[in-house]
């Protein structure tokens, strides 16, 4: 760390021990806040400052001294819109650029799940969820790190102004880390603690953890917090066609096809299904059933997931569950956009012939069961 950045935080470290002995823990920390605004402040170029101090391991080193009650209720505190907005008017660009850095590093998100409570986290969620605050943090943010406010990617008109923008690398980053299993684990492993929280979870936090629900261990937890609205709230922004495309332009198309791969979980499909309504369920196949969605699929994602798709689809819970929901016509009108000629030649150039071969098998069995679910 340079001397210039050691000499004030030092100085409002100490300022905020002197301090805290009389007003607490909050002040020492709004303290420390306040010496990460000035360092950044002191010289609008010299970025070598914001590079010291904006950094995982010096986080790392102030939380390793820190009491996370105190942690818990500074979050607290900053976990408001209007604070948050406040913030983002007063931070120079850069040093904001490296606090955007440091929240995607898989290792500082570690931590502060350890450190922090409950309640803050899902303030914290809600804060990024906040199309205001998004837009403060866009005016300050370079475009690669916009990214990491994941939790905003449900609003589509968000998602269209971004899609000019974006850095598939560095949005690839951050929903790596989103979907992590450890991360998950924690999120939905201790049910008792966290249920009040997660009745309330907005549907960004379904999206984000979408692969690892697929888990056959986490899709009985997962299910017992999702909220029915935040699941139709989400599925609905992905209906709308011009979402789905901005999606697929700006996901790798590794990350894409593991999310999508996730979907694929009959049990967990069947689950989902169960907590939506029709309309939804008709907007969504709409959109599949438009050749241009499922080009792009079929070109941006892994070849074995359509043929995991297909078999996921031919399962009959998840047919009766569709067709309860749906209009046969348009599920039909679905399956046949996907075998019209310049679909079924975009999918088999990706395809191998042994793929091929194996989705071909499972369309009977398919038609077999919308048959039977029709019969019913």
């Not at 400052?49 to 500074?74: M, N």
């Not at 995607?104 to 998100?109: A, P």
């Not at 409570?117 to 969620?125: C, F, P, Y």
């Amino acid at each position: 760390m340079s001397y210039k950045a050691r000499k004030i935080v030092s100085y409002f470290c100490e300022t905020g021990r002197l301090t805290a002995r009389c007003s607490g823990y909050i002040v020492r920390w709004f303290l420390l806040g306040l010496a990460f605004t000035c360092a950044g402040l002191v010289k609008a170029n010299d970025t070598s400052v914001y590079g010291d101090i904006a950094t995982p391991e010096f986080v790392h080193q102030l939380e390793s001294s820190i009491d996370p009650e105190a942690l818990s209720r500074w979050s607290g505190v900053v976990s408001n819109p209007e604070t948050m907005s406040q913030m983002t008017d007063t931070f120079n660009p850069v040093l904001m650029r490296q606090f955007m850095t440091v929240m995607t590093h898989e290792s500082f998100i570690d931590t502060m799940m350890q450190y922090g409570d409950a309640r803050v986290l899902q303030g914290w969620i809600a804060i990024m969820s906040s199309p205001k605050v998004f837009s403060a943090f866009s005016n300050v943010a370079k475009p690669e790190l916009m990214q990491s406010w994941m939790s905003a990617m449900t609003n589509p008109e968000i998602v269209s102004s971004m899609t000019t923008t974006v850095d598939p690398e560095y949005m690839t980053q951050w929903m790596r880390v989103m979907t992590s299993r450890q991360l998950a684990q924690m999120m939905t492993g201790v049910p008792p603690q966290l249920d009040a929280v997660a009745k309330k979870m907005p549907p960004e936090m379904v999206t984000q953890w979408m692969d690892t629900i697929s888990q056959p261990e986490m899709v009985e937890s997962m299910m017992s917090i999702a909220d029915p609205a935040a699941i139709n709230q989400w599925l609905s922004a992905m209906s709308n066609p011009e979402f789905f495309r901005a999606i697929a332009n700006i996901v790798e198309p590794e990350i894409l096809s593991q999310w999508m791969h996730s979907m694929t979980n009959p049990d967990f499909t069947n689950s989902m299904l169960g907590m939506l309504n029709a309309q939804i369920i008709r907007s969504w196949m709409n959109t599949m059933a438009n050749p241009e969605t499922i080009d792009s699929i079929a070109n941006a994602v892994d070849p074995e997931l359509m043929v995991n798709w297909m078999q996921t689809m031919a399962e009959p819970q998840v047919m009766d569950s569709m067709l309860k929901l749906a209009d046969p016509d348009l599920f039909a009108g679905m399956i046949t956009t996907m075998i019209k000629p310049e679909v079924v030649e975009s999918m088999m150039q990706a395809m191998s012939p042994e793929l091929m071969m194996k989705m071909m098998m499972v369309m009977p069995e398919m038609a077999r069961a919308m048959s039977e679910t029709r019969r019913q």
